[in-house]
């Protein structure tokens, strides 16, 4: 995979146009276009609910949900922003809306660094020898346990920007936080996975 | 260096800074701690960005064309 592949994928203007066009054929009542947004979106979906859900198969019930649910709120959608903003909008809601409901898992969200810092010590406690090497996967699992350990709006803030591209305002809209807020939640996503990857390489 | 201007340095990363910021971290007086960080920052963006287990897998086309088959296609108002 080259660096940067996925960069601005989302953003492209012609894909933007071609969203505009999709979603002006579902508003007439065409599904097969519809059909088109699914797949080209689908793993988008997925990957950002996958910061609030484990499971496969409860990610996929939640992806199915959040596309029944943009294909019902469709008639509303006015383009004031991209298709996608509008999109991930309803897949954070519903992602989250799923987590309460069913998990009841509202106060086991973390809001203080110093708690998730010990969490992501303890998710890679199990690689950290000082005799071993750690290795591109080993160093790429520690990432992915401390994206999967720290607060859910860091994650899902980085993952908007570094996967799909999404300018800070369009992450704010997405998040519905302000640009401010969409800062410095990167910032500190970023803070934590570059101690992940020091204590990990450190231990070499 | 303080938190505020590796916040800035983490925003210059995306491209979501303005001139008086740009300066600001340009003229700090440790050039070589901003090189550290700025580059930090950019090892940050290649793990994540090639990470592919962070990338989940789906297809729910089916499952979802069929429950919308059954629907009164939506009509813009």
Redesign the interface.
């Known amino acids: 995979?080259n660096?940067?592949?996925?960069?601005d994928c989302a953003r492209h203007p012609s894909s933007d146009q071609l969203d505009q066009k999709l979603v002006s054929r579902?508003?007439?009542?065409?599904?097969s276009a519809?059909?088109l947004l699914?797949?080209k979106y689908?793993?988008k979906v997925?990957?950002i609910?996958?910061r609030y859900i484990e499971d496969?198969n409860e990610?996929?019930d939640v992806?199915?949900e959040v596309?029944?649910k943009a294909?019902?709120g469709?008639?509303?959608f006015r383009g004031d922003s991209a298709f996608y903003t509008w999109l991930f909008r309803i897949t954070l809601n519903t992602a989250k809306n799923y987590v309460l409901k069913n998990r009841k898992q509202a106060g086991q969200t973390l809001t203080e660094d110093l708690a998730t810092q010990e969490l992501i010590a303890d998710s890679w406690r199990s690689l950290d020898s000082p005799e071993r090497l750690i290795g591109r996967a080993e160093?790429?699992?520690g990432?992915?346990n401390a994206?999967s350990v720290m607060p859910e709006e860091l994650s899902v803030a980085?993952?908007l920007?570094?996967?799909e591209g999404l300018?800070?305002e369009e992450i704010s809209k997405v998040m519905d936080c302000p640009v401010g807020t969409v800062?410095?939640r990167?910032?500190r996503a970023?803070?934590l996975?570059?101690n992940t990857?020091k204590s990990l390489t450190d231990s070499q | 260096m303080n938190e505020r201007l590796k916040e800035s340095l983490s925003a210059l990363l995306d491209g979501e800074v303005n001139e008086l910021e740009l300066q600001r971290i340009l003229s700090y007086e440790n050039k070589q701690e901003v090189s550290e960080f700025w580059q930090n920052y950019h090892e940050v963006r290649e793990w994540v960005r090639n990470n592919d287990s962070l990338r989940v897998r789906v297809n729910v086309r089916a499952q979802v064309m069929r429950i919308i088959s059954e629907e009164i296609p939506p009509h813009k108002a």
């Open positions: 995979m660096p940067g592949q996925y960069e579902v508003q007439k009542g065409d599904r519809f059909d699914i797949v689908q793993n997925a990957s609910i996958s496969i990610i996929a992806t199915q596309f029944i294909y019902r469709i008639p509303n160093l790429a699992e990432i992915q994206l980085l993952i920007r570094e996967f300018s800070y800062r410095s990167i910032f970023r803070e996975l570059d990857i």
